[in-house]
């Protein structure tokens, strides 16, 4: 993880979100988050997520159904 967010990945995330951002104020957010993000890679947290099979769901909508 680099030690600093840089801008361009602040605008890419805003864009993706559809909301306007300036670059001036990319460059704001990007030094504002950077010590977090340092500190959060530093920590190692697992954020692994579980997640259910599309044939679970599937077998599950068929019990339910008379």
Do not use: G, H, Y
């Amino acid at each position: 993880m680099p030690e600093q967010v840089p801008p361009e990945r602040v605008l890419a995330i805003a864009a993706a979100a559809r909301i306007p951002l300036a670059r001036a104020s990319a460059a704001r957010v990007a030094d504002a988050v950077s010590p977090a993000v340092t500190r959060f890679a530093a920590a190692q947290v697992d954020c692994s997520f579980e997640t259910e099979p599309a044939s679970f769901v599937a077998v599950q909508r068929r019990k339910r159904a008379p």
